[in-house]
């Protein structure tokens, strides 16, 4: 079983702060990383799949990175709607193991 | 528009089994496998297994073998996740998501909403 390791396990930051969460798999994935992001009380929302291709409807303030064993999500320029908590899931094999996710506040 | 609908929140004592649904709505059903996670109060997302929708088949995560069995129905579009010998740790809410493959990778791309399952004698 692949090991999914994020950090931070949460954070505070501004609006219009660049912040970055980073991913890293326990063996090499590839580019087989997506990144999700749940609201309180909502089912997890797709961003970027396969390492960095930003999912329809996204904003372009999000990005994702990197291949092999470590990855980055990144938000150019934080605002108030992007409260929640991020994860990473690596789909490389089963089982599809998520990140223990991070957890993004206003400051 | 794809949705997933899943079946309304249950109760259940330990010991006891449950059967959660996922109507699936707004493609070809049997195009795409489905996914099942879970979620315990206030903490991360574990992975539960696959169906093969077209087939039947499944994958379960280690931790769940013998205890979870996914199912399909291509005449309703509709797949089910069982879960038996429910203890206290099994409370949590459990989601199917779709499977979208491309040629360059895999990924879940449509959720249903949640099932809130509770586990209470």
């Known amino acids: 079983e692949i090991q999914m390791t994020q950090s931070p396990s949460s954070l505070s930051a501004s609006v219009g702060d660049r912040v970055t969460i980073t991913c890293r798999a326990s063996l090499g994935i590839r580019s087989h990383l997506t990144w999700f992001q749940q609201r309180l009380g909502n089912a997890p929302k797709l961003l970027i799949f396969?390492?960095?291709n930003l999912q329809s409807g996204v904003p372009s303030r999000f990005s994702g990175s990197g291949s092999g064993t470590d990855f980055t999500l990144t938000i150019s320029s934080l605002q108030p709607e992007d409260i929640a908590t991020y994860y990473c899931?690596?789909?490389?094999?089963?089982?599809?193991?998520f990140g223990q996710g991070t957890r993004v506040e206003i400051k | 528009q794809v949705q997933l609908e899943q079946s309304g929140a249950e109760v259940k004592t330990p010991g006891a089994s449950v059967k959660v649904s996922c109507k699936t709505l707004g493609y070809t059903f049997s195009t795409y496998y489905v996914h099942w996670v879970r979620q315990a109060p206030g903490q991360g997302l574990e992975w539960l297994g696959v169906?093969?929708?077209?087939?039947?088949?499944?994958t379960y995560a280690q931790t769940f073998q013998g205890r979870v069995t996914m199912t399909s129905d291509t005449s309703t579009s509709t797949v089910y996740m069982e879960l038996s010998s429910l203890r206290s740790d099994d409370t949590a809410m459990y989601f199917c998501?779709?499977?979208?493959?491309?040629?360059?990778?895999?990924?879940?791309?449509?959720w249903g909403q949640g099932t809130l399952i509770t586990v209470s004698s």
């Open positions: 899931q690596q789909t490389y094999s089963t089982p599809w193991t």
């Open positions: 396969g390492a960095s």
């Open positions: 998501a779709r499977r979208m493959a491309t040629i360059d990778t895999k990924y879940l791309d449509y």
């Open positions: 169906i093969n929708t077209s087939r039947g088949t499944a």
